[in-house]
């Protein structure tokens, strides 16, 4: 399968930091997606972006094609971030592939 | 709003028997997915489709079927289902184009004992 590696896998912080999520991946991809999970939810879509920045929110999406890269930015965290971020690639054949995620904990 | 059910919820199985989740989407997509979510291993993709009648093997689908008898529904079918299934497995629609985005459902819980 294809290779999606996110970092870190896990993340604390006080109410009111920025958060940084990083994924990688190892195939050019057409269409990259952000998720949000709650702890034992399903999963909703937070942002699409192959390629260049998004904003939407306190969130801002940086990715970089050519280095098969991509980050999501999270300004000022609230306790309600809490949950896991999954990032996911499509390389061309419209099946989506995923990271394992990155858990956040936002204490108060 | 992008709209996929999946049924049932929960759901607790016997070793050897057989086990069918059903998939509903009202968005008129094209694409359906199945994954199962573990810990460790994140989500894995199972079976998809591309419309009715067509079903694909994902990076996993042994020991499961899958079926696209319609548009809106896709069902994921366990014939003998073994205590590794024991899983959360969800359904996903999507647009069908290099652009398009996935959405989820809630996701069903399957226990085998």
């Known amino acids: 399968g294809q290779q999606v590696q996110q970092s870190p896998s896990s993340l604390v912080l006080q109410e009111g930091e920025n958060a940084e999520l990083q994924c990688n991946f190892s195939?050019?991809?057409?269409?990259l997606q952000w998720f949000y999970q709650s702890p034992g939810g399903s999963l909703v879509s937070l942002l699409s972006?192959?390629?260049g920045t998004k904003h939407t929110g306190r969130l801002t999406s940086t990715t970089v094609t050519k280095e098969r890269r991509s980050s999501l930015h999270i300004s000022s965290s609230q306790t309600t971030d809490s949950g896991t971020y999954l990032c996911?690639?499509?390389?061309?054949?419209?099946?989506?592939?995923f990271g394992k995620g990155t858990s956040l904990t936002v204490i108060p | 709003e992008a709209a996929v059910t999946q049924s049932p919820r929960n759901k607790v199985a016997v070793t050897g028997g057989k086990v069918t989740l059903s998939c509903n989407q009202t968005n008129n997509h094209n694409n359906m997915y199945w994954y199962r979510q573990d810990t460790g291993h994140g989500l894995r993709l199972i079976h998809y489709?591309?419309?009715?009648?067509?079903?694909e093997k994902g990076d996993i689908p042994d020991g499961y079927k899958a079926s696209r008898p319609s548009q809106e529904n896709f069902s994921l079918i366990l014939e003998l289902a073994t205590p590794s299934q024991t899983s959360v497995y969800f359904c996903?629609?999507?647009?069908?184009?290099?652009?398009?985005?996935?959405?989820f459902g809630e996701g069903s819980k399957l226990t085998v004992l």
């Open positions: 996911a690639i499509d390389t061309g054949y419209q099946n989506f592939y």
């Open positions: 195939s050019t991809a057409t269409q």
């Open positions: 996903a629609s999507g647009e069908g184009q290099n652009t398009g985005q996935l959405y």
């Open positions: 972006n192959p390629s």
């Open positions: 489709s591309y419309g009715a009648g067509s079903t």
